[in-house]
């Protein structure tokens, strides 16, 4: 999942079986980055200050590249930190707001969110 200031951006969501390696991430990247750039033609010609963890896929060649590529400024995270980046506690409050009132047929929906 991905936010910026306004809200939620993008979701992503892997397919069963399937992890996520530098090449996924990459293209990702690219999917995100369009995502970012419809939601916002001003963002066209500013600096996009880009957080993400240490996890091996996001410090791949492959994906590092992709942020150089992208212009993205990476905002570094500590390498010893809790799971939780600080950024992220501003975010629950809008993940349990994204799915309100909704009802869904199963707590194990696969891909998108199944209503019932």
């Not at 996520?20 to 419809?38: M, P, T, V």
């Not at 600096?47 to 942020?67: C, D, E, R, T």
Request: aromatic share 14%; proline share 5%; net charge positive.
């Amino acid at each position: 999942m991905f936010w910026d200031a306004d809200g939620i951006l993008f979701v992503d969501y892997l397919e069963e079986g399937k992890t996520i390696s530098g090449e996924y991430y990459y293209n990702f990247l690219n999917r995100l980055d369009e995502k970012i750039r419809k939601k916002s033609l001003g963002l066209q010609n500013k600096k996009i200050i880009f957080h993400q963890n240490n996890a091996p896929a996001h410090k791949s060649v492959l994906a590092m590249g992709k942020l150089r590529d992208l212009h993205y400024e990476l905002l570094e995270h500590p390498p010893y930190s809790p799971d939780l980046a600080p950024s992220d506690f501003c975010l629950f409050l809008r993940i349990k707001l994204f799915p309100a009132g909704q009802r869904f047929s199963s707590n194990l929906c696969r891909g998108v969110f199944c209503r019932s």
